[in-house]
């Protein structure tokens, strides 16, 4: 059961929410970033978070939303990415996973511009 999944894409697709950006190279793609619920394992490419980045520092950045929301332990992170370094992955997984929160309970967006994650 999938609760949330954003995506970001250049051009409409009818079945996903869709925006344009210009922040980040680095881009999700189909199906972008899905939350599901777990125990807060993060899957990128299909490989470990920690296998495919090999930095702390961008792990936490990955986590940074579920951290500030509190929602760590409650789901899985799947996401898909290409393009950009290792650096622009993180923080275009990281804008994906806020855009999947907020979308699930618009009352976590506080909590997201307090931690200065809501841009776009």
Not at 40 to 45: L, Q
Request: charged share 25%; aromatic share 6%.
């Amino acid at each position: 059961m999938i609760f949330a999944e954003f995506c970001i894409r250049e051009e409409s697709v009818q079945w996903h929410k869709s925006l344009t950006t210009e922040r980040v190279a680095a881009r999700p793609r189909l199906p972008g970033v899905r939350l599901v619920p777990g125990d807060g394992k993060v899957t990128i490419n299909g490989r470990e978070m920690a296998e495919y980045f090999g930095l702390k520092t961008l792990e936490l950045i990955v986590r940074q939303p579920l951290n500030l929301t509190e929602t760590v332990d409650k789901y899985d992170v799947i996401a898909n990415v290409a393009g950009g370094g290792a650096s622009g992955q993180a923080g275009a997984i990281r804008h994906g996973i806020t855009r999947a929160l907020i979308e699930m309970d618009a009352e976590l967006r506080p909590c997201t511009q307090e931690g200065r994650l809501r841009y776009a």
